[in-house]
């Protein structure tokens, strides 16, 4: 269970977020939808410990993530939290077997369960055939598929998804949208999705609304 409690984000003078206050429980899947420049992607990086607010708290199970030394969160952070974004962020060089197991290397997993771990995700993707191939050889909708399959290494508790389906085609984002409930079923995250798509944001259990900083809509769907 997440909890984020008074939220306050500045940069200067400019306040981006202001007293977001919000819970999400185990396998929930909520979307932020909002105009840019509202705060999305801000409040999803604080969520995601990659910022700090500027006071309030994070709350990952009862214990406020910002109360920790960098090393503590940045070991959290691999271990507990998958990210997915808009455009992929894949090592060129790699394969897209090499890119999911990235985040369990850092984690010091072996190399043998490390890939092992990783062919057993991109198989449940569809992508057990694409294994060797790198980022280049890949389709827009199967580069996503490798990034949420690199998501999903470390066995996160919560999946932050940055725009997920802004790139893809018509088809692609279809899939894409049925695949995190897929992902629940088989994985149980819980699923944190910013989007401007609104087939996206209606598909989830739950749909909050930021405008200028500030929840205005936190509604079951």
């Known amino acids: 269970m997440i909890k984020a409690v008074h939220i306050n984000k500045s940069f200067g003078d400019l306040t981006v977020l202001r007293e977001i206050d919000f819970q999400i429980d185990t396998g929930e899947i909520v979307s932020i939808v909002g105009p840019s420049g ?28 910002n109360a920790w030394k960098e090393k503590h969160i940045a070991e959290f952070r691999n271990r507990q939290i998958g990210f997915v974004f808009q455009f992929h962020h894949l090592l060129p060089e790699f394969t897209a077997l090499e890119n999911v197991c990235i985040p369990a290397y850092i984690a010091k997993v072996s190399r043998s369960k490390a890939e092992g771990k990783a062919r057993e995700i991109l198989d449940f993707l569809k992508m057990g055939d694409r294994l060797e191939h790198k980022p280049s050889e890949l389709s827009g909708g199967e580069l996503q598929r490798v ?41 149980n995250p819980s699923i944190v999705i910013v989007t401007h798509d609104h087939e996206l944001a209606g598909k989830a259990d ?15 769907l």
């Open 206 to 220: 739950r749909k909050m609304e930021l405008r200028d900083g500030v929840i205005t809509r936190n509604d079951s």
């Open 147 to 187: 990034a949420v399959a690199r998501a999903l290494i470390n066995d996160p508790t919560i999946i932050l998804a940055d725009e997920p389906s802004g790139n893809l085609d018509t088809q692609n984002k279809e899939e894409l949208h049925n695949l995190f409930f897929s992902l629940r079923e088989r994985y």
């Open 38 to 65: 509202a705060g999305k992607t801000t409040l999803l990086q604080i969520l995601g410990t990659l910022s700090r607010p500027t006071s309030g708290s994070v709350i990952y199970d009862g214990q406020d993530v």
